[in-house]
């Protein structure tokens, strides 16, 4: 119900789940097979029958397959059946249900997003609309949580919800009739025009609609006088091997390899440009950083190899492993890596795993500690990079394999835009509570997105109100942090309130607006 709306500030936390999708070999007909036999399921059936307690085996199972998996490779891995249902309707483009975004306040749901085209849109449903009971029993005051919300809204397609929603404002509730259906997933977070004559796209994941949402999305910007590009992949932790080679294809011309993938028991596999891409010509500029992952990276380093953009941002996450998955009867699956996958000047981008699971996942805040997130000068001091092979660009630059995609223009992290302390309210959902309970009436003083872009940006006296209002949910705040992200904190509360009022692409405009890598990306176009 709750999209996985890429957010500037994310944890960590959330962003390794989003990479733990990876590449997929795209099969729309998953594999399907009965539990294995052999010690494992022996040692199983001995537990369940002859153990001394009671024991979920289930569960048990589960942990141990994980267990196994993950002494292979960090990406290889269990999912129980609920984690599988969300990452493949994540892949597949959408899901069955009515199609809003929502906000949980004071035990009460409120509707944050509309999803156009969704069922609860043609029923009705409006942004700041409060569901007080569902089908005729009381939802609001019941300890709800977004496991709550997803077992009740959710449900066969064509079959009817009755949502009792009281309006911003109003007093009198009024019963709306939903019936469920397909709701889409877009694969684009925003879409618009960004500078004269540049237009910006932002692609949250490589999905099977993501190919069709971008070339949507482009025949829009090249109505509105597009002739550059700049294509956001920051945050973006993968998806199909064959969207990326999909969207690769609109770029690169007819018979240019743009990945190769070879395993032990995969034979390599070629995967060539098409025809059919929309933008061939014009310059491009694509953003990365430590978070944009195995979808993404193919894609950055065939256009890096084939010097078609220039790559801005920092060393992407180094993920060169493909996945394909396995389904069990229970809903649940294997991810299991299959091949890796190797650029067009023959560079492998995975990074080393050999140090174990732990080291692994810490790699990235280890850049972070050894400073490379901050300064150009310690990227090749990383001994990986050191001892690396020197790969060459069509054009003869160098390029490197010591694990991710080096940008061709660095930028540093943006250490104010990120403290402990926006990451912390932007996890309590602070920003968007305010907006809902205190900003709403300015917010109506504005007809367009872009009269209110222009004109409306939060004052002293409005940062001193939102500081108090989320004091009483963060009860201990550092003044030195509260001081040094007042600027942000500022920029961050525009930003919710234009997307809670005019949705993402007004959202990522304010955000933009003070991003120094798509600046830098403007200018190396320009």
Do not use: C
């Not at 153990?51 to 891995?77: F, K, R």
């Not at 650029?343 to 995975?350: E, V």
């Amino acid at each position: 119900m709750k999209r996985a709306a890429s957010i500037i500030f994310r944890t960590f936390i959330i962003l390794l789940v989003g990479i733990a999708i990876g590449l997929y070999l795209a099969d729309p007909v998953r594999p399907v097979f009965s539990h294995s036999g052999g010690k494992i399921g022996k040692v199983l059936q001995l537990v369940h029958h002859d153990y001394v307690d009671s024991v979920n085996t289930d569960s048990l199972e589960g942990v141990a397959v994980n267990n196994l998996l993950q002494n292979l490779d960090p990406h290889s891995l269990y999912l129980p059946p609920q984690q599988a249902e969300t990452i493949n309707e994540r892949l597949d483009g959408g899901f069955e249900g009515i199609g809003i975004e929502y906000q949980l306040l004071r035990d009460t749901l409120f509707v944050t997003q509309v999803y156009n085209g969704g069922p609860a849109m043609r029923s009705g449903i409006s942004i700041g609309d409060r569901v007080i009971a569902v089908n005729g029993k009381k939802f609001s005051g019941t300890h709800l949580n977004s496991a709550i919300v997803n077992k009740v809204f959710r449900g066969e397609k064509d079959s009817l919800i009755a949502l009792s929603v009281l309006a911003p404002g109003e007093k009198d509730l009024r019963v709306i009739r939903i019936k469920r259906g397909w709701v889409d997933l877009s694969s684009l977070d925003a879409s618009y025009m960004v500078a004269p004559s540049v237009g910006y796209i932002k692609i949250s994941k490589f999905a099977a609609n993501t190919d069709a949402d971008f070339r949507k999305a482009l025949n829009s910007l090249k109505a509105s006088g597009m002739k550059k590009l700049v294509l956001d992949l920051r945050g973006n932790g993968g998806g199909y091997l064959n969207s990326a080679t999909a969207l690769a294809s609109e770029f690169l011309e007819k018979g240019k390899l743009i990945v190769y993938t070879r395993g032990i028991h995969e034979p390599r596999t070629d995967y060539f440009a098409t025809d059919s891409g929309l933008f061939h010509n014009g310059k491009v500029a694509v953003l990365i950083d430590e978070y944009s992952a195995s979808a993404s990276e193919i894609l950055a380093g065939a256009l890096q190899d084939f010097d078609r953009a220039v790559i801005v941002g920092r060393r992407s996450f180094g993920k060169g492993l493909v996945q394909q998955q396995f389904g069990f009867n229970d809903g649940s699956a294997v991810n299991l890596t299959v091949a890796r996958y190797y650029t067009p000047s023959g560079r492998s981008i995975q990074k080393s795993y050999k140090d174990g699971l732990e080291s692994y996942r810490n790699e990235v805040s280890e850049r972070m500690q050894k400073g490379e997130l901050f300064s150009e000068e310690n990227y090749l001091a990383d001994s990986a990079f050191k001892k690396s092979k020197t790969y060459h660009t069509a054009g003869g630059r160098k390029v490197y394999s010591g694990g991710g995609i080096m940008p061709d223009i660095f930028v540093p992290a943006d250490t104010a835009g990120s403290t402990q302390l926006i990451q912390e309210l932007n996890h309590q959902q602070l920003f968007n509570a305010f907006v809902i309970d205190r900003m709403l009436p300015a917010l109506n003083n504005f007809k367009t997105a872009d009269d209110f872009l222009k004109n409306f940006n939060p004052g002293d006296d409005e940062f001193d109100n939102f500081i108090v209002y989320a004091s009483g949910t963060i009860r201990e705040m550092n003044s030195n942090e509260v001081k040094e992200s007042r600027d942000n904190i500022k920029l961050i509360l525009k930003a919710f309130a234009a997307r809670y009022k005019w949705g993402d692409n007004a959202y990522f405009e304010v955000l933009n607006s003070n991003d120094n890598t798509l600046k830098k990306a403007i200018a190396s176009i320009n």
